[in-house]
């Protein structure tokens, strides 16, 4: 099974930036659609960034477009989410999640994810 260990979290500004990073083991991401995924107090789950095994396929949820940027990094076996201009409403634990699926993946119930990492934005 894939071993996922998110890093990178923290404190910030309004307006800065953080590069958060997962760490996979006992599976190749070359053949893992994956994903970030973020949880705020008192708020629902939900899908930041997704990205296709294959790397073709890119989506953002709405409120990170042009914000947030996805990577993928085979040959390390990482995911990195670039966090550019943010908000507080930012603020959440952040997810890597896997899934050789990415129907199910992008559906909300990704095979795999991780213990997460805390992002704080103050204004």
């Known amino acids: 099974q894939v071993q996922l260990v998110e890093s990178g979290g923290g404190s910030v500004q309004a307006g800065g930036s953080l590069r958060l990073s997962c760490s996979a083991s006992g599976y190749s991401m070359r053949f893992l659609n994956m994903a970030w995924l973020r949880q705020a107090p008192g708020k629902e789950r939900e899908g930041v960034a997704y990205i296709s095994s294959h790397n073709i396929t890119i989506t953002y949820a709405d409120s990170v477009k042009g914000r947030f940027t996805i990577s993928k990094d085979s040959a390390q076996n990482t995911l990195s989410l670039q966090m550019n201009s943010l908000k507080p409403e930012d603020t959440a634990m952040y997810y890597c999640?896997?899934?050789?699926?990415?129907?199910?993946?992008?559906?909300?119930?990704?095979?795999?994810w991780g213990q997460g990492t805390q992002v704080t934005v103050s204004s």
């Open positions: 999640a896997a899934d050789p699926d990415w129907i199910r993946l992008t559906s909300g119930s990704p095979n795999c």
